[in-house]
C-alpha cells in the first residue's frame, strides 16, 4: 500500500514541479533547454528521499532508494503528459 501512496504523491509532484521548473529556469539564456532535464532529475531526487522515508522499512535502503527515484520518474512523466494534453488536448499539437 506504501508503494501506491508514494506513486500518487510522487504524481501530484510531478505535476507541480513542472510549471515551477519552467518558470524558474525559463527566464535564462540556456534555462530553456534545461527545464525537462531539471524536472527530471528533481523528481527523481524527491522520489528518492520520500521514499527513504515513507517505504517500508524492512526494504533495505537502497531498494527504498531506487523505488522512489523509479516512482519520481513516473510521476514526472504524469506530468508531462497532463500538461501536453492540458495545453494541446488530445488532437496534439
Do not use: K, Q, Y
Amino acid at each position: 500500500m506504501r508503494p501506491l501512496l508514494v506513486g500518487a504523491v510522487m504524481a501530484l509532484v510531478g505535476c507541480v514541479l513542472l510549471p515551477i521548473t519552467a518558470f524558474v529556469l525559463d527566464g535564462t539564456r540556456t534555462g530553456e533547454d534545461l527545464v525537462l532535464p531539471v524536472h527530471v532529475l528533481l523528481a527523481a531526487a524527491i522520489g528518492a528521499v520520500l521514499g527513504s522515508l515513507a517505504l517500508d522499512p524492512a526494504w533495505a535502503p537502497r531498494r527504498r532508494a531506487l523505488t522512489g527515484a523509479g516512482l519520481g520518474l513516473l510521476g514526472a512523466v504524469v506530468g508531462l503528459v497532463l500538461f501536453f494534453l492540458l495545453l494541446n488536448g488530445f488532437d496534439g499539437a
